[in-house]
């Protein structure tokens, strides 16, 4: 069975110098958990090394996405710069390796204008078939009003939004986060619990917007089950009581434009609990590359926890070629199957 998984990342040695290079007080601390063990090389790598990962896991596809912190909190000169050399560094990866990889567009965040104009310079790229982004650039909110010309440029290009967490701002992190040894801080900010409510208050701040009520065609991704959001949705959705301007409640948002990637969680209760609240139309299958390290027994696992093939090919392959328009499917280890098209 082909297998695509489509929250691979890397960075460019440009992006990550410019974010350990900003002061105190702006510098993301988070860039510090990209340090650990072989990450910083495997990051780096799109590559030989990365498609030999991909073989050992069995893994036909990834889709490619910048690690976070992302360009989002860099100055808007240097995050316009950086993304597009970025851009151009995914689309030659993909060219080198048609079959094997795809890419999500990086776009200068800090520069609202700036992004809207890189979009469109990949929306011609076949490299590149979604966005990485995330909740916030600085103080600024991804439902602010002047990002929604670049919501709705990617609505009608049909690039889907991906979500990723990031740390909360420095004022949350102070209230909440503080008073215990710098370690356990910001664990506790990030992968601990702060990056999955960064994420999910982000997707609740663009149905509150009404975001998906003027691009209803717009589609976002959110990793680890949904950031939390699939857990609390009965309760979440009572706010359409109250959020009476938007044309629908907030349930009905989950079933028509947000997707749930599995970010290297492959346990099957996560999946069952997944079930009871959206449907297997809308899972996607993520490793989370290189902080997670997939293998195909666990993915084989984790699929047969679904009894029927079908819905096992859907999470496997079928759900990411349909959201990201990768049309045709490419050859599983001992298959036959199409190959994806190879971008010109």
């Known amino acids: 069975m082909s297998v695509i998984a489509i929250e691979e990342h890397w960075t460019t040695s440009g992006i990550d110098r410019a974010l350990r290079g900003q002061p105190a007080g702006s510098r993301d601390e988070s860039v510090v958990l990209n340090d650990r063990g072989d990450i910083p090389a495997r990051l780096l790598d799109i590559g030989e090394q990365r498609v030999e990962a991909m073989d050992a896991a069995g893994i036909d596809v990834q889709i490619l996405s910048i690690a976070p912190p992302g360009t989002h909190g860099l100055p808007a000169r240097e995050a316009v710069a950086l993304s597009r050399d970025a ?190 609240f959206t449907s297997v139309d809308r899972i996607l299958l993520s490793g989370d590359y290189p902080f997670h390290r997939l293998d195909a027994a666990t993915i084989t696992d984790f699929l047969q926890a679904l009894p029927s093939r079908e819905d096992q090919q859907k999470i496997a392959h079928a759900n990411a070629e349909s959201l990201y328009g990768l049309t045709q499917s490419p050859a599983g280890p001992g298959e036959q199957t199409a190959q994806l098209q190879e971008p010109s």
Do not use: K
């Open 87 to 276: 851009n151009d560094r995914a689309s030659e990866a993909v060219g080198r390796y048609p079959t094997r990889l795809r890419a999500m567009t990086t776009l200068p965040m800090s520069d609202p204008d700036a992004a809207l104009t890189e979009l469109q310079r990949t929306a011609n790229a076949p490299a590149h078939v979604g966005i990485m982004s995330y909740g916030r650039s600085g103080e600024r909110s991804l439902d602010d009003p002047v990002y929604d010309e670049l919501l709705a440029a990617a609505a009608s290009l049909r690039r889907p939004v991906f979500i990723h967490p990031q740390i909360p701002p420095n004022a949350v992190r102070e209230a909440s986060y503080r008073g215990f040894d710098p370690s356990t801080e910001l664990a506790l900010a990030t992968f601990g619990w702060g990056w999955h409510i960064e994420a999910g208050l982000a997707a609740l701040r663009l149905i509150v917007r009404g975001t998906f009520d003027r691009h209803p065609d717009l589609q976002i991704v959110l990793g680890h089950w949904g950031e939390m959001l699939l857990f609390a949705l009965d309760r979440i959705d009572s706010l359409s009581n109250v959020a009476t301007h938007l044309e629908r409640r907030f349930a009905d948002y989950f079933a028509t434009n947000i997707h749930i990637a599995t970010s290297g969680m492959l346990t099957p209760r996560l999946l069952s609990h997944a079930l009871d």
